[in-house]
């Protein structure tokens, strides 16, 4: 039996989760045994994966908003874990630069192979990795580039290939 938060015998529901999400390991998968709850592919703990639908009245949002108020961390945080799970599923599992191998997350950007990303990301990059994060993005036209990387990409998209190259030293 796969390690969870509780050890219960999966019920048949209907309503499921199009994309379940793991808060231990950031890893999101499209949920298929049509159960309650099922194992993380990655970590294996057990999650729910039903839908819930939550009705909001104006007190509940009134409330949501105060709670929001008294910890500015709250979205910080989540827009942390949304954009690691988007980098990770760009990089398929690897999260480092694909050019020069630079493997520090703060260092890597997503890029669209074809250019087009300035039209993409306007005014809502939130929303992109949130749409990649949640499978509602295909991924097949964006790679992990390091900054100094994707800054040669632009260049090269404009100029040609250039005659340097970027080389990371590690850790």
Request: glycine share 8%.
């Amino acid at each position: 039996m796969p390690k969870g938060v509780y050890a219960r015998k999966p019920r048949a529901i209907t309503a499921i989760k199009a994309v379940a999400l793991c808060r231990g390991c950031d890893w999101s998968w499209k949920p298929l045994s049509g159960f309650a709850c099922e194992p993380c592919p990655k970590c294996g703990v057990v999650r729910d994966v039903r839908r819930r639908e939550h009705k909001s009245s104006p007190e509940s949002v009134a409330r949501l908003r105060q709670w929001r108020a008294g910890r500015p961390e709250y979205s910080t945080k989540a827009s942390r874990q949304t954009r690691r799970t988007a980098v990770r599923l760009v990089g398929r599992g690897i999260v480092s630069c694909i050019r020069c191998g630079c493997d520090k997350p703060e260092l890597l950007e997503i890029n669209h192979k074809n250019g087009g990303g300035q039209a993409d990301l306007r005014g809502r990059s939130q929303q992109f990795y949130r749409d990649i994060a949640m499978h509602r993005r295909d991924v097949d036209d964006l790679e992990l580039l390091c900054k100094p990387c994707n800054a040669i990409h632009a260049l090269e998209l404009v100029h040609g290939p250039l005659p340097f190259s970027v080389t990371w030293g590690g850790k």
